[in-house]
């Protein structure tokens, strides 16, 4: 996978991205995102597994989505549609199995709908609750299953299975954007931060927003988020991407996304589904068909005039940047002479 990632880098058409980057108005962001093309550029590659969260870092991690279309080549990406809360589904059905594999006599109707419907050939074995069980320990979390509503769980499998999760919630008066802030709050602030935001959640699944504040309340708050992003990083990394390599696919993944080769995109997608008791929605961009719009979408949507800046200022900036993100940024005197030369023409 890192030489795929590698040659995937090397086709980025870097000095068209690195023009364009200039132009992002935060200025923290502005320094982070031309720091990193600059590191490609200079055929310095990163791919690494993080220590906390599992996932994979590498260069395409920490740049903005859209530069990836920058690659001129003939390459189609697959991502999961609402991908934290699909992988919040992944956790209830894996935490549901578990109930009713561990307490026989109570095992409670109320999964069963959630595991076996639809799902006749249902294999423990080969699907994500044994990996996730497997690879992540569960055991070690306190988690109390106990609350939630069969039907809630039902209904809350049919949003995020279906790829619409967030088109459900939508209202005159709330934008998919605001929506998708609201989701990233549920999954990942404290219990007791922005309530009033969180409220449209809630109120729609209650019994499954009281397991995420129980739990965060049990593991602490930050150990919910970390718990998700093991979850995807197992499924992606850990099962996923094994089949790709095994198989002579070109991959490269970020953080959700696989980026492969066009005509690799159907065995993807069916391995990609092959790994899950019940199906996530796999959303398709082929590069040759959007790059223009993207391109065109991230000049416009960050054009402002520059903020002038010194070398003291760039220098600081990448360094905050670099800590709070835990790339892989680092400056020598050459490239901050550079950058500050760059910005300020």
């Known amino acids: 996978m890192r030489d795929d990632l590698v040659q995937f880098c090397k086709e980025i058409e870097i000095d068209k991205a690195m023009e364009d980057a200039q132009c992002i108005i935060d200025p923290a962001q502005?320094?982070?995102?031309?720091?990193?093309?600059?590191?490609?550029?200079?055929?310095?590659?990163?791919?690494?597994?993080?220590?906390?969260?599992?996932?994979?870092?590498?260069?395409?991690?920490?740049?903005?989505?859209?530069?990836?279309?920058?690659?001129?080549?003939?390459?189609?990406?697959?991502?999961?549609?609402?991908?934290?809360?699909?992988?919040?589904?992944?956790?209830?059905?894996?935490?549901?199995?578990?109930?009713?594999?561990?307490?026989?006599?109570?095992?409670?109707e109320v999964y069963e709908n959630i595991i076996y419907?639809?799902?006749?050939?249902?294999?423990?074995?080969?699907?994500?609750?044994?990996?996730?069980?497997?690879?992540?320990?569960?055991?070690?979390?306190?988690?109390?299953?106990?609350?939630?509503?069969?039907?809630?769980?039902?209904?809350?499998?049919?949003?995020?299975?279906?790829?619409?999760?967030?088109?459900?919630?939508?209202?005159?008066?709330?934008?998919?954007?605001?929506?998708?802030?609201?989701?990233?709050?549920?999954?990942?602030?404290?219990?007791?931060?922005?309530k009033n935001l969180k409220e449209p959640f809630e109120q729609e699944f209650p019994t499954i927003s009281q397991f995420i504040n129980n739990f965060k309340q049990q593991n602490g708050y930050v150990s919910f988020a970390i718990l998700l992003q093991k979850i995807e990083a197992c499924m992606v990394l850990?099962?996923?991407?094994?089949?790709?390599?095994?198989?002579?696919?070109?991959?490269?993944?970020?953080?959700?996304?696989?980026?492969?080769?066009?005509?690799?995109?159907?065995?993807?997608?069916?391995?990609?589904?092959?790994?899950f008791n019940i199906l996530p929605d796999i959303k398709i961009e082929v590069f040759d068909e959007v790059r223009e719009y993207k391109i065109y979408e991230f000049r416009h949507n960050t054009t402002q005039k520059h903020k002038k800046f010194n070398k003291k200022n760039i220098k600081e900036i990448v360094n905050h940047t670099d800590k709070n993100n835990n790339s892989a940024i680092i400056l020598n005197e050459f490239q901050i002479n550079k950058l500050y030369q760059f910005l300020n023409t």
């Open 30 to 108: 502005r320094i982070s995102q031309f720091s990193i093309l600059d590191y490609i550029k200079q055929g310095h590659y990163y791919f690494k597994r993080n220590k906390t969260n599992n996932r994979l870092d590498t260069n395409l991690t920490n740049l903005k989505s859209c530069i990836k279309f920058y690659n001129p080549g003939n390459y189609c990406d697959l991502d999961f549609s609402n991908a934290q809360p699909f992988f919040l589904f992944t956790l209830l059905n894996t935490l549901a199995i578990n109930n009713k594999e561990v307490d026989k006599e109570k095992k409670t």
């Open 238 to 275: 850990d099962v996923i991407c094994p089949i790709l390599v095994q198989s002579g696919i070109f991959v490269v993944t970020i953080h959700d996304c696989f980026i492969v080769k066009r005509n690799d995109v159907a065995i993807t997608k069916k391995i990609i589904n092959s790994a």
């Open 117 to 194: 419907k639809g799902n006749t050939h249902y294999d423990i074995e080969t699907r994500d609750n044994y990996h996730i069980n497997q690879l992540l320990n569960l055991g070690k979390y306190k988690i109390d299953v106990s609350m939630m509503n069969p039907d809630e769980l039902s209904k809350y499998k049919e949003w995020t299975t279906s790829g619409l999760f967030y088109d459900n919630f939508i209202t005159e008066d709330k934008t998919r954007r605001e929506l998708k802030d609201m989701m990233f709050l549920v999954l990942f602030s404290k219990t007791t931060s922005y």
